[in-house]
């Protein structure tokens, strides 16, 4: 008999809107086996269980009163912890934000809460979503649940964990330049970055804010579709949403791909891929292909800059950012002799050395007499990017790549070596800087016994047909349906 914490969030809710399960039962479960099993993971940053079984209870009162609980009924969930949590610490996993309580709930939050979801708690990440392996966070380490010596990617790797791990049903985390997409692949999960101004990010704590994006991580598409359009859709409180119908993306699950034109990345199987990941790769496009899509290869010319672009383009924007975090209004003061002293001592103490490098790189790409040169510059290429993008999908439905060039690699192994580091988003960057959809889906496993992750891309506003591809591919492999021995 399937045990509750392997059901998926399309199982949970239903049961729980028909009366099959109660929410407190299945929320009860899920905190039982975080409790348990976080400490040899540090997903959570904080679990929250009173309030969670409050909520699981408000959801079973109200279909006992016979009203819809909603499409998210009783689903418990987990939150990245740079996502605004009325009443519940929200930390970025920085030092700075170490005692800080929002007074208001995140869009996001909000509309998860209206749905019937369940918070139970709060996830690790890099600090301020700073990283692609979790390293950075000034609290724990978070282990990747398919070998606890080896990270779970960055920055959102707290969610992708505890999802993989089975200690939430689903979770959300955020997005700049693959941090969504970039763990899904290392832990073997659904990773959904949706298009540029689809989801409001009021109440996310900004990092770059023309890239930042909040999806969701699941352990199928399905779940992952119906998690979306409940968060998905138009918010006056953000200025960059675009008040656009939200599809059906659920509805999208399980058509037939017979037709599909699939465009592949030439530099996918370039120098620098793992061998394994190439494999992967090739085996899912053969098994796509006899599902009737065709197949072609594609460039995207100016692609190869998106790591010299994301990494001017999103510091700048750090930079100015984080400016607020002075002890002033929010996080940690401490006291110096006089104003600058006390900025000073604040922000030295406050952020770790991660926040600290993209801060003075994004800082001297904007200073006078090097704005044009660098900033500027990044911009212009971005739009080349963009255009990149525009040209490929005259010709393609969607664009399909590694998500990231390697399984997930051992602790210690790029922290020396920042640019070895930044290039494990080589492929999830031009995407981000596009503002494209994308997602991750779980392809193969390398002879270790390690995750590995394709990405789909698709025309702004079409997660739809991410889906429908996603689905299609769930149905011709169990890749997503495998769990991690010390987990299952």
């Not at 100016?302 to 750090?318: C, F, G, I």
């Not at 590995?452 to 689905?471: D, H, R, T, W, Y």
């Amino acid at each position: 008999m399937e045990k509750l914490y392997q059901l998926g969030v399309v199982d949970i809710a239903d049961k729980v809107r028909s009366g099959e399960l109660g929410a407190v039962e299945v929320t009860q479960a899920f905190l039982n086996r975080a409790s348990e099993l976080n400490p040899k993971l540090d997903a959570f940053l904080t679990l929250d269980g009173e309030r969670a079984l409050a909520q699981a209870a408000q959801v079973d009162r109200k279909r006992k009163q016979g009203s819809d609980p909603g499409k998210l009924a009783g689903v418990p969930i987990a939150l990245k912890d740079n996502i605004c949590t009325r009443g519940i610490r929200t930390t970025c996993a920085s030092k700075i934000l170490e005692h800080y309580v929002p007074p208001y709930d995140a869009h996001v939050v909000e509309r998860l809460r209206d749905a019937g979801a369940v918070v139970l708690g709060k996830t690790n990440l890099d600090e301020f979503a700073m990283g692609s392996s979790n390293e950075n966070s000034a609290y724990a380490t978070v282990k990747n649940p398919w070998e606890l010596g080896h990270v779970p990617g960055g920055s959102s790797g707290g969610s992708a964990a505890a999802t993989a791990a089975s200690l939430c049903a689903v979770s959300l985390g955020s997005d700049t330049g693959g941090s969504v997409r970039q763990p899904g692949s290392f832990c073997g999960v659904m990773a959904v970055k949706p298009t540029y101004g689809r989801v409001s990010r009021f109440g996310l704590i900004a990092f770059a804010s023309s890239l930042d994006q909040i999806g969701p991580m699941a352990r199928s598409s399905k779940d992952a579709a119906r998690t979306l359009a409940a968060i998905a859709g138009y918010d006056d409180r953000d200025a960059t949403s675009v008040e656009r119908p939200v599809d059906d993306y659920e509805a999208a699950c399980g058509k037939p791909i017979k037709g599909l034109r699939i465009g592949v990345v030439k530099e996918s199987f370039a120098d620098g891929s793992d061998p394994e990941v190439v494999s992967a790769l090739k085996e899912a496009i053969k098994q796509l292909q006899a599902q009737g899509a065709s197949v072609e290869e594609l460039e995207l010319p100016h692609a190869k800059h998106a790591v010299s672009v994301y990494y001017l383009v999103a510091t700048a924007e750090a930079s100015s950012n984080l400016a607020r975090f002075d002890g002033m209004r929010y996080g940690l003061r401490v006291d110096g002799e006089d104003l600058r002293d006390t900025y000073n001592k604040s922000r030295g103490q406050g952020f770790g050395p991660e926040v600290k490098r993209r801060i003075m790189l994004g800082t001297y790409a904007l200073s006078a007499g090097y704005y044009d040169a660098f900033y500027l510059k990044a911009t212009k290429v971005r739009t080349l990017i963009r255009n990149d993008y525009t040209e490929a999908f005259k010709n393609c439905d969607v664009v399909l790549s590694p998500t990231a060039p390697t399984p997930a690699f051992a602790f210690g192994a790029r922290t020396g070596d920042p640019l070895a580091m930044y290039l494990e988003d080589i492929f999830t960057l031009p995407a981000s800087l596009a503002g494209v959809p994308a997602v991750n889906v779980p392809c193969g496993f390398s002879k270790n016994g390690l995750p590995i992750g394709m990405q789909l891309c698709a025309p702004a506003f079409e997660e739809g047909l991410l889906f429908k591809v996603a689905s299609a591919y769930e149905q011709l492999s169990d890749w997503h349906l495998k769990r991690p021995s010390e987990f299952a």
